[in-house]
C-alpha cells in the first residue's frame, strides 16, 4: 500500500502541476454530515484519487461517506494520512486548518461510531531473550547472556516480542532445553570444570578520565558483573592494547610510572606496576601473570582501573583527539595514557557449592534438618519455583512431575542433586518458555472470552517488566481481584515505580527510537576522530533517561517534544559544548536558551547520529526517519536505478564537495524522485546543522548551512526549531503514533485498522490529563483487547498443536 501511495503522489505531481502555482484561498467550513465532507473530498482530493486516474489504489469518489464503515480499511488510511498533514501533496489547494481539522474529526468520528470489535489473541508466545534473562534473574536471582544460550529473535512491526514472529524449530527448542540444564547448574553452584570469561573493552574506547562505577581517584579501565558461580578461587588475568602494525609487542601509551589495580566489589586485590609487568614482554599478548582470589559465589563488581596520579594531557605539545585510540603507534610530541584491552576471569577451582548466593536464597525456601525432612521441604521449594516459573498456582499434577524429576536426582546424588534435577526440569517447559492463554473448551469458535486474572497478570508484567509476575501479582490474580479496575490501576501504578519498569524503557525506547543500532554504529574515523565509545553509550543513555523522566515522573507525552532538560555527562556536554557539566556520572540539566535546540528528541546527538550515514549526514534517510517517530507514516523505498547522491554531486561540481541541500536539489530534477524528496527532505534539511555525530555546525564544505524550507501542508521552516514547533502542533498525533507502538509492544501482535478507532479513544481519554504515560498505559491495560480474546480453532483434541511438540525429555 506504501508503494502504491507513493506511486500517487507522483501522479499527482505530475497531472496536475499547472493547478499548483496558485493555490486558491480557502472558506472556513464545518463538518457535520456526509454530505459536507462529501464536498469538501471532491473539491480537494477526489482530482487524483478518482476511478480513472487511482492514484494510490484509492477511488474516493467511489466510496461512500454515509457509509464508511463498510470499507473502514481504506478511510483509516485517508485518516493516517490526514492526521500527520501528509494529504493533498506539497503545493496542492487546501483546505483552512480549522475546516481540514473538522474534515479529519468527522471522519475518525463515523469510524468510531460504528466501529466492530476484533480480538484476535496474539497466540503462543515464546519468550525471547531479553524477556528469558529478566525472567531468570527474577526467578533466580542470576545473570545471564541470553546469546550465550539463544539465537537472535525476529522483529517485525518495529519490535522483537511479537508472537507471530518469534519462530519456532526443533533446534531453538532444543537451546531451550540446553540452557535449562547449564543455567540450573550454575543456579545450585553444581559448576566442577573451570570456565573462561573474556571482557573486552571496545576498540575506541577513550581511558583517559574516570569510568562511572569505577572508584574516584581512579581512570580508564574496565568495570562488569559478574556471576561468580560457587564460592571457590578464581583466577583473573589482564590484557593491554598494544601499539598495533607499527609495534605489536609493546603496549599502548607512553607515559610511565602507571599503576593498575584489581578490584573485587571494591576491595583491591592487586595492584599491578604497569612498566614492570605488562608494558612490554610476554604480558603484550599472554596476559598478566595470575591473580588467584576466593570470591563467593553470586554476581560480583569486578573493576580493573589505573591510580590517576598522573595528567597525561599537560605533556601534550599539542591537543590529541578526545578519543585517545585513534592512534595506537604513537606521535610525536604526545603522551598517551596507557589503556586496558581485555580482563579473563577463570574458575572456579576448589568449588564449594552456591553457599549463600542470591541464587541459593531464591532456591532453598527451606533446608532439611534430616532425611526424613528432605521430601517435605523438597515439595515446598519445587512448589515455589513452579508457581513463579508458570505464573500461576501449582497443581497437584505439576508437583508429581516434578517431584518425580527431584527423585530420580535425588536417588544419584544428594539433596540439592535432586532439586537441581526438578529445576531443569521446570525451566524446560513449555509453560515456562511459553505464554499461552487457555480456551473455554465449551465456547464456540470465533466467540469472545475473558483471559482469566492470572492470564492478565502476565500480560501486564511482561508489558511494564519484560518479565514475569512477582508474588504480589500472582497473589492478587489468585483471589481473582486483578481484573477489578480500582485494583488493576493500583498494581499498574505500583509497577510502574518499580525499578524494573526501567526495562520498559531501555526495550521500548530501544527498538522504537532504534537506539539498539547505535552499539554497533561507527562513523568514519578520519572524519569524526573524536567519536569513541565513550561517546556512543553517553548518547544512548542520555535518550533512554529523558523517556526514562516522562515514564517515572508521569509527564505529558508531549515533553518528549520539548522538554527544556536534559541529561548530560562530562562527554556528552563537550560533545554539546555544554559547560559546567564534570565527571562520568550523568545529571539532569536545565537547557539554557543557547541550547534551545537540545530541547526535545529532536536535540538528542543518539537520533541525529543513527539517521546519518557513517561519513556524512542523509536529509532524507534523516527526514523519513521523523516523519515515522513523529507522524507514525514513512514513504516507501526509492525506485530501481535512481542514482545516487554521490555519483549525482560528483557528475555535476566536477569533482568538488558539494552540500546535502545542493545534492538534493539536483537529485530532485528527476522527476519520478521529486514528489517523495518534497515530502522527506525539508525535515531532514531543518535538522542540518546537527552533523553526522550530532555536532552543531553553521557551514558544511564551507558553505552557511541553509536550514530552511516547507512542509507539505505549508509550514516554513527554519531550523530544528521550526521543526520542532511543526511537531507541537501536531502533537495528537505524535500521541497516538506512541500509544500506537505501546499498544503493538504490550499486545505482542501488530495493530491493524480495526484497532485504530481504540487507540484514538484513549488518546482521547489522555487529553484531558495532559497525556500523562500512566494514562496511556491505563488505557491499554484496561482496553478489550488486553483482556479479552476471541476463540480461534484447535486441533480435534482441543490442544494447541505447538503445546505437545514443545514438550522436553526428561
Not at 607499527?246 to 599503576?259: Q, V, Y
Request: proline share 6%.
Amino acid at each position: 500500500m506504501k508503494i502504491r501511495l507513493a506511486i500517487g503522489w507522483m501522479a499527482a505531481v505530475t497531472v496536475l502541476a499547472a493547478q499548483t502555482a496558485s493555490p486558491p484561498a480557502s472558506t472556513p467550513a464545518q463538518v457535520t454530515d456526509a454530505s459536507a465532507e462529501r464536498a469538501l473530498l471532491n473539491q480537494y482530493c477526489v482530482t487524483c484519487h478518482n476511478q480513472k486516474l487511482k492514484t494510490a489504489g484509492l477511488e474516493l469518489d467511489k466510496l461512500d461517506t454515509a457509509h464508511v464503515t463498510e470499507q473502514a480499511e481504506k478511510w483509516e488510511l485517508v485518516v493516517r494520512k490526514l492526521r500527520s498533514g501528509m494529504m493533498p501533496p506539497s503545493g496542492m489547494p487546501r483546505p483552512s486548518w480549522t475546516t481540514y481539522e473538522s474534515m479529519v474529526a468527522w471522519l475518525e468520528g463515523e469510524l468510531d461510531k460504528s466501529a466492530s470489535t476484533h480480538l484476535p489473541p496474539p497466540g503462543l508466545h515464546r519468550l525471547n531473550r531479553t524477556e528469558y534473562a529478566n525472567v531468570i534473574h527474577d526467578l533466580l536471582a542470576l545473570d545471564i547472556d541470553p546469546a550465550k544460550y539463544l539465537p537472535s529473535d525476529d522483529s517485525t512491526r518495529g519490535f522483537d516480542n511479537i508472537a507471530g514472529a518469534l519462530a519456532l524449530s526443533p533446534a531453538l527448542l532444543e537451546g531451550y532445553t540446553s540452557a535449562a540444564a547449564k543455567i540450573s547448574r550454575i543456579a545450585m553452584g553444581d559448576v566442577n570444570e573451570p570456565a573462561l570469561s573474556t571482557y573486552r573493552v571496545a576498540s575506541d574506547t577513550t581511558q583517559d578520565y574516570h569510568i562511572e562505577g569505577l572508584p574516584f581517584g581512579t581512570r580508564g579501565g574496565l568495570v562488569v558483573q559478574h556471576e561468580f558461580p560457587a564460592d571457590a578461587d578464581y583466577v583473573f588475568k589482564v590484557f593491554p592494547i598494544n601499539k598495533g602494525l607499527m609495534d605489536n609487542s609493546t603496549a599502548f601509551g607512553e607515559m610511565t610510572g602507571e599503576k593498575l589495580e584489581l578490584l573485587v566489589d571494591g576491595q583491591r586485590i592487586h595492584l599491578y606496576d604497569w612498566d614492570k609487568e605488562i608494558a612490554r614482554g610476554k604480558a603484550v599478548h599472554g596476559g598478566t601473570a595470575d591473580v588467584h582470589f576466593q570470591v563467593k559465589a553470586g554476581p560480583h563488581t569486578v573493576g580493573v582501573t589505573f591510580l590517576a596520579t598522573q595528567l597525561a594531557p599537560s605533556q601534550d605539545l599539542d591537543e590529541h583527539f578526545l578519543r585517545s585510540t585513534i592512534e595506537t603507534g604513537g606521535l610525536p610530541g604526545f603522551k598517551f595514557y596507557p589503556h586496558v584491552g581485555k580482563m579473563e576471569i577463570l574458575g572456579p577451582f576448589k568449588a564449594a557449592g552456591a553457599g549463600d548466593s542470591p541464587s541459593a536464597k531464591k532456591i532453598f525456601v527451606c533446608r532439611p534438618a534430616s532425611v526424613s525432612e528432605e521430601t517435605t521441604c523438597a515439595k515446598r521449594i519445587v512448589d515455589t519455583l513452579a508457581r513463579r516459573a508458570f505464573r500461576r498456582p501449582v497443581t497437584p499434577q505439576d508437583t508429581e512431575i516434578l517431584m518425580t524429576f527431584y527423585q530420580q536426582g535425588r536417588n544419584e546424588g544428594n539433596f540439592d542433586t535432586g532439586i537441581e534435577r526438578a529445576l531443569q526440569r521446570i525451566l524446560a517447559d513449555p509453560e515456562f518458555v511459553f505464554r499461552k492463554e487457555a480456551e473455554p473448551a465449551s465456547l464456540a469458535a470465533g466467540k469472545n472470552y475473558r483471559i482469566s486474572d492470572l492470564e492478565l497478570a502476565s500480560r501486564l508484567s511482561f508489558f511494564l517488566w519484560s518479565s514475569i509476575p512477582d508474588d504480589e501479582l500472582i497473589e492478587v490474580a489468585g483471589k481473582n481481584k486483578l481484573h477489578e479496575p480500582a485494583v488493576l490501576e493500583q498494581q499498574v501504578r505500583r509497577m510502574l515505580a518499580d525499578s524494573r519498569a526501567d526495562r520498559l524503557v531501555i526495550n521500548f525506547t530501544g527498538q522504537w527510537l532504534n537506539l539498539r543500532a547505535l552499539q554497533t554504529w561507527a562513523p568514519t574515523v578520519s572524519l569524526f576522530p573524536d567519536f569513541d565509545d565513550n561517546l556512543r553509550l553517553a548518547m544512548r543513555k542520555e535518550t533512554e533517561l529523558f523517556v526514562g523522566s516522562v515514564v517515572h515522573e508521569d509527564r505529558s507525552l508531549t515533553d518528549l517534544l520539548d522538554a527544556k532538560y536534559t541529561f548530560l555527562n562530562e562527554r556528552l556536554a563537550k560533545h554539546y559544548g555544554i559547560s559546567g557539566v564534570y565527571g562520568s556520572d550523568f545529571r539532569r540539566v536545565e537547557l539554557t536558551p543557547e541550547f534551545d535546540v537540545r530541547r526535545g528528541l529532536l536535540g538528542k546527538a543518539s537520533l541525529e547520529t543513527i539517521s546519518s550515514y557513517p561519513q556524512r549526514t542523509t536529509p532524507t534517510v534523516r527526514g523519513k526517519a521523523m516523519m515515522k517517530i513523529f507522524l507514525g507514516v514513512s514513504p516507501p523505498d526509492p525506485p530501481p536505478n535512481i542514482p545516487t547522491l554521490k555519483d549525482q554531486g560528483a557528475a555535476v561540481h566536477g569533482g568538488a564537495r558539494p552540500t546535502a541541500r545542493q545534492q538534493l536539489e539536483i537529485h530532485r530534477k528527476n522527476a519520478p524522485c521529486s514528489t517523495c524528496h518534497k515530502i522527506m527532505d525539508p525535515i531532514g534539511l531543518s535538522m542540518e546543522n546537527f552533523d553526522a555525530v550530532g555536532t552543531w555546525r553553521t557551514a558544511e564544505n564551507g558553505t552557511p548551512i541553509d536550514a530552511s524550507g516547507m512542509l507539505v501542508d505549508g509550514t516554513k521552516l527554519d531550523g530544528v526549531q521550526g521543526l520542532r514547533e511543526a511537531l507541537i502542533k501536531y502533537s495528537p498525533q505524535f500521541v497516538r503514533v506512541v500509544t500506537e507502538n505501546l499498544f503493538i509492544y504490550a499486545m505482542g501482535r501488530g495493530t491493524e485498522y480495526y484497532d485504530m478507532p481504540l487507540i484514538r479513544s484513549i488518546v482521547r481519554d489522555s487529553e484531558s490529563k495532559n497525556y500523562r504515560f500512566s494514562t496511556l498505559i491505563l488505557g491499554i491495560v484496561r482496553s478489550e483487547p488486553f483482556q479479552v480474546n476471541q476463540k480461534e480453532d484447535v486441533t480435534s483434541n482441543g490442544q494447541s498443536p505447538l503445546r505437545a511438540s514443545a514438550e522436553p525429555r526428561p
